[in-house]
């Protein structure tokens, strides 16, 4: 019988696969949450199914489906045609993270 407390820790193991090109990706895998969950509550605020949805962006179903799975590689533009459809503001930093200046 497998003790499962003597198991290795399968986050720290797959972190240890990725090596330094997995570094950060969960900050990735965070805007993609972030992007999925606003177009599914956007979904469910205004009570459409998919089909619905998929009609006002003009995309199919299963495009909205992968778009609020969070499984989908979005493009600038894709994410920028989607916010203007339904009405969002779409902020993008791309910036140096040492010249961030505060003020206080």
Aim: net charge neutral; no cysteine; aromatic share 8%.
């Amino acid at each position: 019988m497998i003790n499962i407390n003597n198991l290795p820790d399968a986050r720290n193991l797959l972190d240890g696969l990725e090596g330094e090109e997995g570094n950060g990706k969960d900050k990735l895998y965070d805007i993609y949450y972030q992007i999925s969950t606003a177009i599914l509550k956007y979904r469910l605020k205004h009570n459409l199914s998919q089909t619905k949805l998929a009609k006002k962006l003009g995309v199919t179903q299963a495009m909205v489906s992968k778009l609020e799975s969070g499984d989908y590689n979005y493009t600038i533009e894709q994410l920028w045609k989607v916010s203007q459809k339904l009405g969002f503001k779409l902020n993008i930093a791309f910036e140096e993270e040492d010249e961030k200046i505060s003020l206080v």
